[in-house]
């Protein structure tokens, strides 16, 4: 049958050990030297052990008191840190992030994850739309953390990575080959004029083959391939592969994916997902400057290590 060491118990031997005695341990832990005794006695009775040489009338470790301590300190920070997570009031709340819906799979599904399950009690609040909307919206103090892709990163942005615009149609497609051309771009979709003046500047036809707002529907038609759109180099849709005979459709260059950060909310949770976004989005070099700690937030090789899952 499983035992259970007794935590308070394990606090006391601490406790005397780092003060030297049981007087000014019992002052420490606002017990009274009674107590205190009695934790180390009932600590001592519960294993057939004794942890500490009463001879000379000082206290010091036995070696099985040495090899106990060892365990206490660990066990007691996990419990005090286990603590602090589910109570303290800095680790509650709402953090609102806004993404851009072309560059959600497959990170932030990631990301969410890991942060549910080390701060369970602060709620991020995901808000997918495109970058216009998300920009205007941050203006207006809807979101706390956003993410873009545009040309440049505008005025408090930050440049994580700038990487390929490229076409996509459905595996094995043919509709890139059609003429007129036939794009699926929702109306706001900031790679639409993109993808529009890259064909009119090589003498490329096109039509769009959907209208209105929503980005399922345009999705479809790429899948079905009906149509052809364009993505973030990596971040090509479920169900699409970047063309291959791109040689016949013009260049659509590059776009930076950028962060944007209100500065309102502040702390450990805030500073653990701007890590988690500027290494999952970033190139080698931001990762690296974020595992250094050039950026401010956390650096250690346990965090390094769950950033790279996120890739």
Same mark, same amino acid.
């Given at each position: 049958?499983?035992?259970?060491?007794?935590?308070?118990?394990?606090?006391?031997?601490?406790?005397?050990?780092?003060?030297?005695?049981?007087?000014?341990?019992?002052?420490?832990?606002?017990?009274?030297?009674?107590?205190?005794?009695?934790?180390?006695?009932?600590?001592?009775?519960?294993?057939?052990?004794?942890?500490?040489?009463?001879?000379?009338?000082?206290?010091?470790?036995?070696? /099985?008191?040495? #090899?106990?301590?060892?365990?206490?300190?660990?066990?007691?920070?996990?419990?005090?840190?286990?603590?602090?997570?589910?109570?303290?009031?800095?680790? /509650?709340? /709402?953090?609102?992030?806004?993404?851009?819906?072309?560059?959600?799979?497959?990170?932030?599904?990631?990301?969410?994850?890991?942060?549910?399950? /080390?701060?369970?009690?602060?709620?991020?609040?995901?808000?997918?739309?495109?970058?216009?909307?998300?920009?205007?919206?941050?203006? *207006?103090?809807?979101?706390?953390?956003?993410?873009?892709?545009?040309?440049?990163?505008?005025?408090?942005?930050?440049?994580?990575?700038? *990487?390929?615009?490229?076409?996509?149609?459905?595996?094995?497609?043919?509709?890139? #080959?059609?003429?007129?051309?036939?794009?699926?771009?929702?109306?706001?979709?900031?790679?639409?004029?993109?993808?529009?003046?890259?064909?009119?500047?090589?003498?490329? *036809?096109?039509?769009?083959?959907?209208?209105?707002?929503?980005?399922?529907?345009?999705?479809?038609?790429?899948?079905?391939?009906?149509?052809?759109?364009? *993505?973030?180099?990596?971040?090509?849709?479920?169900?699409?592969?970047?063309?291959?005979?791109?040689?016949?459709?013009?260049?659509?260059?590059?776009?930076?994916?950028?962060?944007? #950060?209100?500065?309102?909310?502040?702390?450990?949770?805030?500073?653990?997902?701007?890590?988690?976004?500027?290494?999952?989005?970033?190139?080698?070099?931001?990762?690296?400057?974020?595992?250094?700690?050039?950026?401010?937030?956390?650096?250690?090789?346990?965090?390094?290590?769950?950033?790279?899952?996120?890739?």
């Amino acid at each position: 049958m499983a035992r259970n060491l007794d935590l308070t118990a394990l606090r006391a031997l601490v406790a005397v050990t780092d003060a030297g005695g049981v007087t000014r341990a019992a002052g420490l832990l606002n017990l009274t030297q009674s107590a205190v005794s009695m934790q180390i006695k009932r600590l001592e009775e519960s294993l057939g052990l004794e942890f500490f040489s009463r001879a000379q009338r000082r206290l010091t470790l036995t070696p /099985e008191g040495e #090899q106990l301590l060892a365990y206490a300190r660990r066990m007691l920070e996990l419990n005090d840190e286990a603590l602090v997570r589910l109570t303290d009031t800095a680790f /509650e709340g /709402e953090i609102r992030l806004g993404v851009p819906h072309d560059i959600v799979y497959p990170q932030i599904p990631k990301i969410l994850k890991m942060m549910a399950a /080390e701060y369970p009690r602060v709620r991020i609040n995901l808000f997918s739309c495109f970058t216009s909307k998300l920009k205007e919206g941050f203006a *207006r103090g809807e979101f706390d953390v956003i993410l873009t892709t545009e040309a440049a990163p505008g005025e408090g942005g930050e440049r994580l990575a700038t *990487r390929r615009l490229v076409w996509v149609g459905a595996p094995d497609g043919i509709a890139w #080959q059609q003429r007129p051309l036939r794009l699926a771009f929702v109306e706001t979709c900031f790679f639409r004029p993109i993808a529009q003046a890259a064909l009119n500047g090589a003498g490329i *036809r096109w039509e769009m083959a959907v209208g209105g707002e929503s980005e399922q529907v345009a999705q479809a038609t790429v899948t079905a391939d009906l149509s052809v759109s364009a *993505r973030i180099e990596g971040a090509v849709p479920q169900g699409t592969a970047v063309i291959d005979g791109a040689n016949a459709l013009p260049d659509l260059g590059h776009l930076d994916i950028c962060l944007y #950060q209100a500065k309102v909310q502040k702390g450990e949770v805030v500073d653990k997902l701007l890590t988690h976004l500027r290494c999952a989005y970033g190139d080698a070099q931001c990762c690296l400057r974020v595992i250094s700690g050039e950026t401010g937030s956390e650096g250690d090789d346990d965090l390094a290590g769950r950033l790279t899952a996120a890739e």
